[in-house]
């Protein structure tokens, strides 16, 4: 392409030479004014001087002309994936590859935007790809797109763009959808009290109510009923301490586009109110202070213990008004208050005329109506006076049998306690383990739960187990307390005990059946706690429904697990054997899902300011496409059934000659005869 231009090189710098012009214009209408003869020729004469200043020429320069660059972004994210909009973009995307290929002038570069933790990021992706663009060259910006993006700018001039922007909306418009939203949530809430939920159910197709229901770590479902399209506030129980997942499902409703949005995740962390143990010594000893010490370290705990010093039974001549003792609270502790203890614990307890049988039947009740019972037995356990010959039997785990040894020997941990989460991985224990002895063993035998601990010949030390909602365990012996004074390189007294209490009081990291999964790094691990010889196998529900079962394998400290890439985005649904639990991928409630319907509301406002139009195409391999036109610049860029991508007639110039207009001996010549005709007139 070829184009010819006047281009001028004034000899002196272009204000001097307006400055001459603008004076001689001066004098010259000053001589029209008052009619001097000569006037006009003379005027020439300056003009054709200011003309020989300027130094016109013509340039004839050889230009290529540049095409222009359309940017087509295609939304790629989940919400694209319901009905049939991705083909709806194929099929846009399709369209601008033919148009750029008939049309030389015109290049496409297209990019594509996924869903990130954030949402959907469609102008990120856009402003990578205008990166690469010339701003001058671009023509416009398709986004094919349902609209549910989250990025989209405040304010539109931050683009910085000098071209339309059109949206292609792919989807139907007119569809329905019902969606559950979590309004407010709580980050914390104590365990064993509920925690308040705002959550609002919306439907384009219905009002009335809908049934919504929560469950907890994907255990069993607990219902309720809202009003649609209300803020209601729904309380769930937070059942254990750490990270609770509770999900939130909504019932279909009349219209869906998917269920996905019915459903909704929020994770509480569960905290432990203060813990109220009740320990309760029946008679002076060394291990007494060592159980106060351990509890009381313990901030989490609010301790009550009482040590029985002088029981009914015990005759000497010192008055009574002289004794300045505290009588044994039973009816308060035992009757009026039992259930606000979390843990009691019986430390060398001797039955005795202190409390009457029925007081341990309400103990017994206690226990299996989900409390926790410690017993630590000592010679009196063994005897007449033994807790096991109360009501309290029902629920302990050891019968004793009547003998006592004394003598030093090293506690063994079990093949169930070298995997029971109590004892397993102990400091100095396994096979051969490193402690210090014990001096004292109270035979007894096994009724039932777990023995973790044992003597060399076999002889139950600490045997923990479920009864009824709680659970009790023993210890078969008054000389634990060695370990916390050191004795022969002591033990570990502290931790061990702590599992205990913990696992009494129902700590679900220290469950002897548990199953716990956790995303990282794009893949899932579940981990399963197990006292079974196999786990058994894992199936796994992805957040689109899918299910996978596989089998698990055991890691060096008997635990088992597996780790397989993970699939989506949401939150997965686990189960082996009788266990549950839930894992989230990503966010709990993904941007992308809370709301499917295709919709425009997002982008108008940069439509509007860069002249572009949305257009509605459908679903499908047969979508309702807009034409596609090249428009001038400056004219409208959309209008109806038609988007406009704007010719910038860029080029570069490859050559380039430039000639004189007029001579300069031309231009010497007229000046001397306008000066010559100027001073003829004046002489006639």
């Known amino acids: ?32 004014w008052q009619r001097l003869a000569g006037w006009l020729w003379r005027s020439l004469a300056v003009l054709a001087l200011a003309l020989a200043l300027a ?43 033919q148009q750029a290929e008939t049309d030389p002038m015109l290049e496409l570069v297209e990019v594509e935007a996924g869903t990130s933790a954030d949402g959907t990021m469609l102008f990120e992706a856009l402003n990578g790809a205008l990166a690469s663009v010339p701003p001058d060259r671009l023509a416009g910006v398709i986004l094919t797109t349902d609209g549910q993006i989250h990025d989209a700018p405040a304010d539109p001039a931050s683009l910085n763009l000098n071209a339309p922007v059109h949206q292609a909306m792919a989807g139907d418009r007119n569809a329905g ?57 729904v309380e769930v129980p937070v059942e254990r301490r750490g990270q609770n997942v509770i999900e939130a499902e909504v019932e279909p409703g009349p219209q869906e586009l998917s269920l996905i949005n019915n459903r909704a995740a929020v994770s509480v962390n569960g905290v432990r109110d203060r813990l109220r143990v009740l320990l309760v010594t029946g008679e002076p000893h060394n291990g007494a202070r060592a159980w106060r010490n351990l509890l009381k370290s313990d901030p989490s705990v609010d301790l009550v213990h009482f ?40 430390d060398r307890y001797r039955r005795r005329n202190i409390m009457p049988p029925i007081y341990f039947d309400y103990i017994a009740r206690y ?19 033994s807790l096991y010959r109360t009501p309290l039997a029902a629920v302990l785990p050891v019968r004793p049998t009547g003998y006592i040894t004394d003598g030093g020997f090293t ?15 102990l400091e100095g224990g396994g096979e051969a383990p490193s402690w210090g002895r014990w001096l004292r063993q109270i035979h007894g035998v096994s009724l039932g739960g777990e023995t973790l601990l044992q003597a060399p010949d076999g002889n ?58 956790y995303a990282n790094d794009g893949e899932l691990h579940a981990n399963r706690v197990t006292l079974a010889d196999a786990a058994p196998p894992l199936q796994i529900t992805w957040p689109d429904g899918e299910q996978e079962i596989t089998g698990m394998s055991q890691d060096a400290d008997g635990r088992y697990s597996v780790a397989v890439p993970a699939n989506g985005s949401g939150l997965v649904r686990l189960r082996s054997g009788d266990l549950t639990t839930v894992a989230a991928l990503g966010p709990l409630n993904p941007l992308e899902y809370a709301d499917l319907r295709p919709t425009g509301e997002n982008l108008t406002a940069v439509l509007d300011a860069m002249g572009g139009g949305l257009f509605a195409i459908g679903e499908g391999a047969d979508a309702r496409l807009p034409d596609l036109r090249r428009t001038r610049l400056g004219a409208d860029q959309a209008g109806r059934g038609w988007l406009g991508l704007q010719r910038n007639e860029r080029y570069i110039v490859r050559a380039s000659h430039a000639r004189p207009v007029l001579p300069a001996l031309i231009i010497a010549l007229l000046i001397a005869a306008f000066m010559g005709l100027g001073w003829w007139r004046e002489g006639k």
């Open 55 to 97: 130094n016109p020429s013509l340039v004839e320069e050889e230009r290529d002309p540049l095409a222009d660059i359309a940017v087509l972004v295609t939304d790629r994210s989940a919400s694209m994936e319901v009905g049939e909009r991705t083909e709806a973009a194929n099929a846009m995307a399709a369209a601008l590859r």
């Open 411 to 425: 506690p063994q941990t079990t093949a169930a306690g070298m995997r029971h989460p109590v004892t397993a991985g």
């Open 460 to 517: 139950p030390l600490l045997v923990v187990q479920r009864s009824g909602e709680g659970r009790a365990a023993i210890v078969m012996s008054d000389q634990t307390w060695l370990w916390a004074r050191g004795f022969e390189g002591g033990g570990p007294y502290a931790e061990m005990f702590r599992r205990v209490a913990h696992w009494l009081m129902r700590e679900p990291e220290l469950d002897e059946e548990r199953l716990t999964a």
């Open 367 to 385: 226990v299996e109506d989900g409390g926790a019972l410690l017993v630590t037995a000592g010679p009196p356990f063994a005897g007449g006076p």
């Open 177 to 233: 959808d019902r969606r559950l939203v979590i309004e407010e949530a709580p980050r914390y809430g104590i365990v064993g009290q509920t925690v308040a939920f705002l959550l609002r159910v919306e439907d384009d197709a219905m009002q009335g109510t809908a049934m919504v229901s929560f469950r907890f770590e994907g255990g069993e479902p607990q219902t309720h009923r809202i009003p649609i399209g209300r803020s209601t506030r």
């Open 307 to 346: 040590t029985i010093l002088r029981p009914p039974d015990r005759r000497d001549s010192t008055p009574v008004e002289e004794l300045a003792l505290i009588g044994f609270p039973v009816q308060e502790l035992f009757v009026e208050r039992l259930s606000e203890f979390d843990l009691v614990i019986f």
């Open 1 to 32: 392409m070829n184009a010819t231009a006047l281009d001028f090189a004034p000899l002196i710098p272009w204000p001097f030479l307006a400055g001459l012009t603008g004076f001689a214009l001066l004098a010259i209408i000053l001589g029209a």
